[in-house]
């Protein structure tokens, strides 16, 4: 089973849905393609093969043993003419047995007279519906005790696959309708409301406890995506708008114990309802979603592997360009959600902006710290510094004691005759 992702959307053909062996029923992936008749079939004839290579490798091995060889052939002669033996005393009493045999019929006959469909009684044949809705009322009753006993058992590895999808689909938060394809305008009352009852189905399947009513929530989803497909495009839709909406579904509801409950359907689940009819329509698309889910990668979204990678980590948000173009019959609530998610993406990319800018400054500081310090111990090596003795005091200028300075006389005044 191939999924294509295309420009006019995600396109799965009609014949991809069903069994690879050609049967005309609905495969599944938890069959490995086939539907469910046919993945019997396919186990027993690969168990069977098994059980003849154990063989025949159990006969080489024994084969050389020749006691024990020959004491198994002869346990198997004694066991063959103990039954001959046995039937020939059983010919001594024929008169004996004879009567028993004959009264014995007689009430295997009556029985299957009271049970069958043609009784001189008058019964009627039991029509095929009470027939299933017998099975469903015996399903109910098992399941319901049994439920928490098989349900995501421990000896399966069900629980790590629903934490491992819980995890993409959350990644995969940022997915649009538009790179999807789905032709849903939830900008319509009806459609919106159409996709919150599609949403809360696929919740909900995880609250059923009987396999068949879990069925039921997905067919119930996938009829309101049908509707809303219809009333976007004013025709029926098609399985080529089916998909993709289904897909969009799963991520924006993020249905708790996904994988859990997809395994619980097909292994407990009536397998009629899973190889034909609407029911196996529905759950066969919801496993390829799944399955679109976890192989889903830039390709598949028409986007760059770097757009890609941007989304998936984090940095950006496809959504950012979508709220500048707002209707205005759109919620106000809504509006305001989508601004503060803008707003805490900004801040997020505000504060790892400023985070690393941080750390780029300590490290400046711890490299311009050691190279100031080097600098300096360059110098000193270079330059060593010369400690000299401390100077005399020298004399004040106007002190009398001019010899020992050597200091010419101070001037005297002169008086000139006017």
Known sequence: MSLKSERRGIHVDQSELLCKKGCGYYGNPAWQGFCSKCWREEYHKARQKQIQDD????????????????????EEEAY???QSTQGAQSLTFSKFEEKKTNEKT?????????????SRTGAKKVSPEKVEKAMDQIEKYIMTRLYKYVFCPETTDDEKKDLVVQKRIRALHWVTPQMLCVPVNEEIPEVSDMVVKAITDIIEMDSKRVPRDKLACITQCSKHIFNAIKITKNEPASADDFLPTLIYIVLKGNPPRLQSNIQYITRFCNPSRLMTGEDGYYFTNLCCAVAFIEKLDAQSLNLSQEDFDRYMSGQTS???QESENWSSDVCLGVKQMYKNLDLLSQLNERQERIVSEAKKLEKDLIDWTDGITKEVQDIVEKYPLEIKPKNQPLAAIDSENVENDKLPPPLQPQVYAG
């Open 55 to 74: 063989w025949e490798l159990a006969e080489r091995y024994t084969v050389p043993n020749s006691f024990n060889f020959r004491l198994q052939r002869e």
């Open 80 to 82: 063959a003419s103990s």
């Open 106 to 118: 007689r009430k295997v006959t009556t029985v299957k007279k009271f049970f069958s469909a043609s």
């Open 318 to 320: 496809p959504k950012k």
